[in-house]
């Protein structure tokens, strides 16, 4: 695993001519381009550093391959232990010590949170965010800052469309993280259920700090429906938690924390049947893709350079999408990696696809659309796998 810093740096550079004002851009010389992130490798979200993990993988394929426009590509990860004061300070690190370009896949909802502002005064461009929070989609304040998933408020609306058609006027348990990723869930429920959410839908928080949630499922017991709104290892303690007291709710899953390795096992793969979640990836465990070209890809990424990977951690499909993105965002640039063209390439990527996602869900910016995966489909959980049902589909009309 990654520790403290990893820094990638592939030897043999090719050189290449410096693009105008090369020694004037921030991180980017004639053979290096330095790109910084925060993941947290330790601490309650420590399941999400596979994510760097790979994408260090990935960096270093491209830098076997001769690397962008002639130069090697310098990832540079510190871990912020899922602590927004650390995210600030190491973010602080990368861009006024380090030098990067760009920050790319930082890693979580309130720690993003505590640079947001802070990169975006400073016109850093904050890339391709490991989180889905609705706020990073707000170019007209925030221009400098874009995801990538699918946001939490829209999984959110997905979610309650499908459970209101099933369960007309059913009592609703809200378990979500105290922060901005847990309350983009409670908002999408709200632009659901409208006027009868304060009737339907009774909530419990917890804090990331928390040792557990056993006593806000206790809390909750009784619903009809239950979202658990929670990172891999709370929402792995809900699921076990509501076994073990024998409720039976029609149960959702935030689409972050429904890994086989992370999630599923830890909770016990057979308390956990019929929980719902919705996804925009090819689950590497469904038969379905055993000959997926896609799939076949990525599988081969895998056993060259992470072949010691949990390939049941679907967070390796979704920084392979992440990885992807980026690359292409690069190679778009041609020979001008100054921060301005850099972001101008990330808001105007014409649809494409990418191994990893499910057919007919593209990836896709534009400098009015800062929500480049839009689509997700509804997938159950039998206790091997989670298997999709029901169509590609987007969030409410609200």
Known sequence: ???RRHVLMAAGALAAPAVARAQETPGVTAT???????????????????????LTGMFKRLNDQGGVAGRQVNFIVYDDAYSPPKTLEQTRRLIEQDKVAFLFNSLGTPTNSAI????????VPHLFLATGGDKWANPKDYPWTIGWQPSYRIEAQ??????????????????????????????????????????????????????????????LQGADILVIAAAPRFAAQALRRVYEIGWKPMTFVTNVSVSSAAVMVPAGADRAIGAITSDFRK????????????????????RQYLPDADLTDNNYTL???????????????????SRENVMRQATSLAPFEVGTLLPGITVSTA???YHPVRQMQL???????WVRFGNIIEGANV
């Not at 290096?32 to 790979?54: C, D, K």
């Not at 893709?289 to 890809?297: R, T």
């Not at 997938?379 to 796998?385: F, L, Q, S, V």
């Open 1 to 3: 695993m990654l520790g």
């Open 32 to 54: 290096e381009i330095r790109i910084g992130s925060t993941n947290s490798l330790s601490g309650p979200a420590s399941a999400y550093s596979v994510i760097s993990r790979l």
């Open 116 to 123: 947001h502002r802070y990169v975006n005064q400073r016109k």
């Open 158 to 219: 997905i979610y309650a469309k499908y459970f209101t058609e099933q369960k007309p006027g059913g009592k609703v348990a809200l378990l979500h993280q105290n922060d901005d990723f847990g309350k983009d869930y409670l908002n999408g429920l709200k632009d659901v259920l409208g006027s009868r959410f304060d009737q339907l839908v009774r909530i419990a928080t917890y804090e990331a700090t928390d040792p557990t949630v056993d006593s806000q499922v206790v809390q």
């Open 283 to 302: 689950d590497q465990m469904d038969p379905a893709w055993a000959d997926d070209p896609g799939m076949n890809e990525w599988r081969g990424f895998m």
């Open 319 to 337: 920084a392979y999408g992440f990885g992807t993105t980026m690359i292409r965002t690069l190679q778009q640039c041609g020979k001008d990696f």
């Open 367 to 369: 400098p009015d659309n």
């Open 379 to 385: 997938t159950r959980w039998d206790g091997k796998g």
